[in-house]
């Protein structure tokens, strides 16, 4: 470089000069980033690719600043009151960096800054922006860095981590005494209490979960941030430097420092490839990348689960020992201070009000603090059972878990044997915990981070940390089950009353309880295996019920819910319920009125622990009339709510509702709808339904439609009142793609006058209400422009912006015609990837091939959608002939693989294609 500052007319300060440096600079560090990412292929180490990424960006740095002083600015010679020092903090300052991380400098002073101080550090931070980094600063003498730190938590931690890069060692030197004598000495409990609580409002930020299956590598929970909190507190409180000093200080044994050392790289090798992959800062691992990652970190795919879900498994297990190690830590900050309240870290306060007492009936564990603990080191050695007897102890007394307790559980895994998941007693205590009346999540959970559920049940420990590669199930298997059991407890105490009043009262009267909770902790366990994990899982359920201890009757019951589980949602979603055999055929699976009350509230728990927004009161509905239509049969004609009464009931509710209507206005109102309005729809809705049509009858427009926004779900629903015809489903939802609105489910009503009521709903595109309601607007104008025939639906579609789906999934499209599952009609079922007018497509599809549409059952799993369609043909009568049904099959499924030319597409489609004739290239 010093070359460099010769060769511009006006000398080093020149703007040739200056970007001759500049273009010099940018090829060394673009030279050096990728070595480090060859480096990082090779070795695989995150933490040496972090280490080397900020190795380069001091050097960056110095070269500026050494160029800046010899040649720009003249100053070889520097005044005491000119010297300062150029201080690395945050996270640069441990001396780790990701490609697109910030770079966060200090810049130290004796006293005030000095004019040519302030020229080096103009100089500075121009030409590292210039070099298109992202630079935190401040400029602050000793003084004013003691002082800040006193005052503000985030200025202290960043400070904690510093580093000299260039400039005054002494002055560096000066910081550090000072920063130990006047900032950390006797502030450790505020400073471990100040960051444990701002890493509790992170987690609760993101879910309060480590396994969310998109997760933040660096703030999520059991994340990067969580180990620079264990590195922080370390650093203030114990004043270690690396992970031996941890072990020495009897904090961590050897092989949990080098489970810390082995999570910290794999992170960094993770956050790494994220940045060096997709160009920038990015740190969600989302579907769209985890692919790519899985690959360049060389996972391969394994009979049942593919490399993207191995390397996420991976992830999740790195993040639970992040946990672990957290708990760890914690139990060593106890034994120097008693923490202020049970499971929460709101601080840490010197008590003497609560002491250790005594539990009747044992004398291997103690009450601390309202949490259980051990009362030696030995207790687990000398008795395993203990390892089980723990939980159920908390369980029964309403405890929370020592973190001394639970080191000593994770140090005592290797008890875990045969032996133990033999023993009757150890079986006994773990269904007391798991059919808890209280909690029983908690101790599962507990019992599951602490490792003694996955090596109890080994089968259970196949599928802790796995993820599905898909955008429906939010969380891992194993939490998934946690959730299930979770929402259980809550029905039965009766939290979900409104929400659930059919599942609330099945429980409510459950002669056992045990059968059931043990059929949802069985009912995925089987995930990630070649076969079907509904078979495999009855199979499991088969050897491990008697275990367990339960009877011959309740194991086949469970192993039956298990192999069963999917069947009702399957049925309320995907089938006409207002067909006769739909009910028949599914009560003949069924086969008793006990399978029908345990699977109704099983279907209940599995949807609505898969995710935020996958459960609707629709959903709920449809699982309630499904019960309803079936009990009867199952108990030869009796029940308590016949389908006559129900019907009468519902009429009479909504009349109830619509009193300050006339008398002939309601009652022509009501006549308006079929029996499957009011046996499907809520009362609620059907009372919005009515003021919604009373409206549009008193205008002139034969098209009305009205929207409303539902943040909580996610959902923007769309009700729209027209005159019938064939093609209107392909239209409405024809005009939902044209604004680039993705459906979710839709319900289809038609009237006795000839219209029809429909209702879409809407996955949620925007944050703020406004803008929903603005897109719903233009949603109502292009439903209007192509009922109207003012635009043509090739014109309309080709105008919309958007993604055509998910690129990251890949879904074979399958098609299914199905005349044995009704009397009336063929049933239609596609199967496949979900993508901006795909709704349209197919309907316009059944439409090209003269199909008439009796009733359409919408239903999206994430990147899938499932769409079942109750046909006839124009006749009215079945469709039987094989080519006619070879023709629909190769007619749908060409919709998902040649999209070109369907409805949502501007390019015209050959007339062969368009009615699925085969031709002779094919």
């Known amino acids: 470089m010093a ?6 007319p006006g000398g080093a300060a020149s703007p040739a000069v200056r970007a001759s440096v500049q273009a010099f600079l940018k ?4 030279e050096g980033r990728r070595q480090a990412e060859a480096m990082l292929f090779s070795d695989g180490s995150g933490l040496g690719c972090a280490r080397r990424l900020s190795a380069l960006q001091d050097e960056v740095i110095r070269a500026i600043l050494d160029f800046a002083a010899a040649h720009v600015f003249d100053a070889a010679n520097l005044s005491s009151a000119e010297r300062m020092a150029v201080v690395a903090v945050g996270g640069y300052g441990r001396g780790a960096l990701a490609p697109g991380s910030d770079i966060d400098l200090l810049f130290l002073l004796p006293w005030k800054q000095t004019p040519l101080g302030e020229q080096l550090v103009e100089y500075l931070l121009y030409m590292l922006w210039d070099l298109g980094f992202k630079v935190g600063h401040a400029t602050r003498s000793v003084e004013e860095c003691v002082r800040l730190s006193k005052e503000d938590m985030t200025i202290r931690t960043s400070i904690l981590e510093r580093r ?46 480590r396994y969310l299956v998109e997760p933040n590598v660096k703030e999520g929970k059991g994340g990067l941030r969580d180990l620079h909190t264990l590195f922080w507190i370390a650093k203030d409180f114990y004043r270690a430097e690396r992970e031996e000093e941890l072990v020495a200080a009897g904090v961590f044994s050897r092989g949990e420092a080098a489970t810390f050392r082995k999570a910290a790289d794999f992170l960094w090798a993770v956050r790494c490839h994220m940045h060096f992959l997709t160009g920038k800062a990015e740190e969600r691992l989302s579907f769209d990348i985890q692919p790519e990652i899985a690959s360049r970190l060389g ?17 999740f297990l790195i993040a639970k020992d992040v946990g672990d190690l957290t708990g760890i830590f914690c139990a060593a900050l106890e034994d120097e201070q008693a923490k202020e309240s049970p499971g929460m870290v709101m601080g840490f306060v010197r008590s003497l009000r609560h002491r250790s007492r005594k539990i009747p009936g044992t004398l291997d564990f103690l009450v601390d603090h ?15 059972v203990n390892l089980v007897r723990i939980f159920a102890l908390a369980a029964a007394l309403k405890l929370e878990y020592h973190p001394d307790a639970l080191k000593l559980i994770r140090r005592s895994l290797r008890l875990v044997d045969r032996t133990l998941r033999e023993n009757p007693e150890a079986n006994k205590l773990f269904l007391d915990v798991l059919t808890d009346r209280h909690d029983p999540e908690l101790h599962l959970r507990r019992m599951n981070e602490a490792g003694v559920l996955g090596r109890f049940i080994p089968d259970f420990g196949r599928i802790v940390s796995m993820m599905q590669f898909n955008m429906y199930h939010h969380y891992t298997v194993d939490e998934h089950l946690l959730r299930s059991i979770a929402m259980l407890s809550k029905i039965e105490k009766g939290a979900f009353e409104h929400d659930h009043p059919v599942s609330t009262e099945i429980v409510a009267t459950m002669r056992d309880r045990t059968p059931l909770y043990v059929a949802l902790l069985l009912h995925d366990i089987a995930k990630g295996r070649p076969e079907d994990h509904s078979r495999a899982g009855a199979k499991i359920a088969l050897e491990l019920c008697p275990r367990f201890g339960l009877d011959e009757r309740e194991t086949e019951l469970v192993s039956w819910l298990v192999a069963d589980h999917l069947i009702m949602s399957m049925v309320a979603q995907q089938r006409d319920l207002g067909d006769r055999k739909t009910i028949l055929d599914f009560a003949e699976k069924v086969q008793t009125l006990e399978r029908l009350k345990l699977l109704t509230v099983l279907t209940v728990c599995d949807i609505r622990a898969v995710g935020p927004g996958v459960w609707n009161g629709w959903k709920g509905q449809l699982i309630r009339n499904l019960y309803y239509e079936t009990e009867p049969v199952l108990t030869g004609g009796f029940s308590q709510t016949p389908r006559a009464k129900r019907l009468e009931g519902a009429k009479a ?15 022509r109102y009501i006549d308006l709808h079929y029996q499957n309005y009011f046996l499907t729809v809520s009362l609620d809705d059907q009372v919005r339904h009515a003021e919604f049509v009373r409206a549009a009858d008193r205008g002139a427009d034969p098209i009305a439609t009205v929207a409303r926004t539902d943040a909580f779900t996610a959902i923007t629903e769309l009700t729209v009142l027209c005159p019938d015809h064939p093609r209107l489903l392909s239209l409405l939802t024809g005009g939902c793609a044209a604004a680039g609105a993705n459906i979710a489910d839709a319900q289809i009503f ?37 009922l109207g025939g003012r635009e043509a639906m090739p014109g309309l579609i080709a105008k919309r912006r958007g993604a055509r789906g998910p690129a990251a999934f890949a879904v074979q499209p399958q098609v299914t015609i199905d005349n044995q599952l009704s009397n009336q009609f063929t049933v239609v079922e ?43 043909d124009l006749t009215g009568m079945k469709v039987s002939s094989e080519s006619r049904i070879e023709r629909i099959v190769r007619r749908l499924t060409a919709v998902f693989e040649e999209p070109d030319g369907e409805a949502t597409s501007p390019a015209a489609m050959r007339s062969d294609r368009a009615f699925g004739i085969r031709t002779a290239q094919q």
């Open 299 to 315: 996972y391969n795919s394994h009979p049942g689960l593919r490399d993207v879900e191995r390397f996420m498994k991976h992830y």
């Open 830 to 872: 596609v199967e496949g990837l979900d993508r901006p007018g795909i709704l349209s497509d197919m309907t316009g599809a059944l439409a090209d091939l003269s199909l008439d549409i009796r009733s359409a059952h919408i239903s999206t799993y994430g990147e899938k959608v499932v769409d079942v369609f109750y046909v006839t």
């Open 164 to 209: 000299l890069i260039h400039g005054e060692p002494a002055l560096f030197a000066e910081l550090s005494a000072r920063f130990a004598k006047d900032v950390q000495e006797g502030t450790g409990r505020a400073f471990i209490a100040a960051k444990l609580a701002e890493r509790d409002a992170r987690h609760a930020k993101s879910g309060d979960t």
């Open 27 to 30: 090829g060394r560090i673009a």
């Open 750 to 786: 038609t009237m006795a006058d000839g219209r029809a009521l429909d209702v879409i709903n809407l996955n949620r595109a925007f944050a703020e209400d406004a803008d929903e309601m603005r897109r719903a607007a233009r949603i109502d104008a292009h439903i209007r422009a192509l």
């Open 370 to 384: 309202d949490r259980i603990t051990v009362a030696d080191a030995k207790v687990f050695a000398k008795d395993p």
């Open 3 to 8: 070359a460099l500052a010769a060769e511009g």
């Open 653 to 667: 509710a909504l009349a109830a509702r619509l009193a300050d209507w006339s008398a002939a206005e309601r009652e």
